[in-house]
């Protein structure tokens, strides 16, 4: 037996020792000059579990020279796994070190996907190659099935495992829609269409969940990578456009697919789309816009058939103001995605997107009985679908609203305050009146732009 022979057949049975491996056998040469040249080569081969097999080819230079690992799995294909080959390893542990990478105990091994920390995220080709993991075999349990049945175990009572079940549309993916979704992802919710057409700038960083390796990718892109990390189960898709440039159809049929939509744009013309399309297709849908600097906000929650529509909402609180003569800031609403330009703290942009994480999580709960969902519902029987905050003292109609400074004032009022509006349905609105108009008959196309005030 060759020097190379002898030190492999040992070096083998140590990897299997420690690998939890059987059946090491020496399969002689093929004989003839016409042999496929694989075969010709003394060859070892060895089962890893009963689903993975190994065979090993080796030249006289081993263990100088790496050998040549072939590995077939249940899928039946081969495939040659590519040895890290260090020389200043002893010479004796090369071989196991090398596997090593590739197998994590324990066995039995099949295919699944690792971070760089060596645990199996996920079994998904799909998932592990959006969040660039390595390919190893392992029979440890993916840590994605682990977080999966963990999930609800928090939430008892609060929300129901039906959001495992539930696809939500989520358009605008800035300061609200990422953390929003961040959240969702967290509590549960199966499936996620994220759409926004911008990417991710440095200055995103201090109010989103982005983090610094993201900036330049796509918003949508970058947060589908983020919520599988968090889940690697939850089902993403990513649409790195405006949501205009779908087309009337594909938007409405995408609308109408999923079981809430959440318009988180900072664009009110996308904020117009979505509510035109969304109630036409009986999807409930919640708009979240806040004021200037973020010292107020609004959630609008639009259920077609229930509620007014998000433009009659947004009339309706136009008209009260106009008619108790109070002024809130008179600079244009910003949404939630961007706030362009504007200072703002993310914990008061927080605190609106937490009023749209639980009405969502209420609306997304098959059982009415769990918290979030009975919250939901005392909102609508009581007509609250227009809930507005103050982030600052002496916000908005708040000083009104409490009599701030009169005999009767309502004491230990300061910031931050809440109040439900009740819109009421527009009879000549095109979306939610008495003679809607079929959403895909108006055009979805941007008009000319204006210009910010
Ligand atoms: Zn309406």
Redo the contacts with the bound molecule.
């Keep these: 037996m060759s020097v190379a022979k002898a030190r492999i057949i040992e070096d083998i049975k140590r990897a299997i020792a420690e690998l939890g491996g059987a059946g090491l056998q020496l399969l002689e040469a093929a004989p003839g000059p016409e042999a496929d040249p694989i075969a010709a080569l003394p060859t070892l081969r060895c089962d890893l579990g009963a689903e993975v097999e190994v065979l090993v080819c080796w030249g006289e230079q081993y263990p100088v020279s790496p050998p040549l690992v072939m590995l077939t799995d249940r899928s039946d294909t081969t495939v040659s796994l590519p040895l890290r080959w260090d020389l200043s390893t002893p010479a004796d542990e090369r071989l196991l070190l090398a596997l090593r990478e590739h197998f994590i105990p324990p066995g039995p091994y099949v295919r699944g996907f690792a971070d760089l920390s060596g645990r199996v995220l996920t079994r998904d080709r799909a998932v592990a190659e959006a969040l660039a993991l390595r390919q190893v075999f392992s029979g440890q349990p993916e840590l994605g099935g682990i977080v999966e049945d963990a999930v609800f175990s928090r939430s008892s009572g609060l929300v129901d495992g039906g959001l495992s079940r539930k696809r939500v549309l989520v358009v605008g993916l800035g300061s609200g829609g990422s953390y929003v979704t961040n959240v969702l992802c967290r509590a549960g919710v199966g499936e996620f269409v994220l759409v926004d057409g911008d990417s991710v700038e440095p200055e995103n960083l201090a109010r989103t969940t982005y983090e610094a390796a993201d900036i330049g990718q796509s918003k949508a892109v970058a947060l589908k990578g983020q919520l599988h990390r968090i889940r690697p189960a939850a089902r993403v898709s990513a649409l790195d456009h405006e949501i205009q440039s779908l087309g009337v159809d594909s938007l409405f049929a995408l609308v109408k697919s999923v079981d809430l939509v959440l318009a988180l744009t900072d664009d009110p013309h996308a904020q117009s789309v979505l509510n035109r399309i969304a109630y036409g297709a009986g999807t409930a849908a919640i708009f979240a816009s806040l004021y200037a600097k973020a010292e107020g906000g609004e959630v609008v929650l639009s259920i077609p058939a229930q509620t007014?529509?998000y433009?009659?909402s947004t009339g309706y609180r136009r008209e009260q103001l106009r008619e108790t003569g109070l002024s809130v800031d008179r600079r244009p609403d910003y949404g939630t995605s961007r706030l362009v330009g504007e200072s703002a703290l993310a914990c008061d942009i927080q605190h609106l997107d937490s009023v749209t994480i639980k009405l969502s999580l209420g609306m997304l709960s098959d059982d009415s009985d769990v918290s979030a969902a009975r919250f939901v519902r005392g909102a609508i029987d009581r007509r609250f679908t227009y809930f507005v905050c103050g982030m600052v003292p002496d916000f908005y109609f708040f000083p009104a609203l409490f009599r701030y400074g009169s005999d009767d004032e309502i004491q230990g009022q300061y910031a931050y305050q809440s109040a439900w509006l009740s819109p009421t349905?527009?009879p000549e609105?095109p979306?939610?009146?008495t003679s809607p108009v079929d959403p895909r008959s108006t055009p979805i196309a941007r008009g000319p732009a204006i210009p910010r005030g």
């Design positions: 007014p529509c433009a009659c349905v527009n609105c979306i939610c009146g």
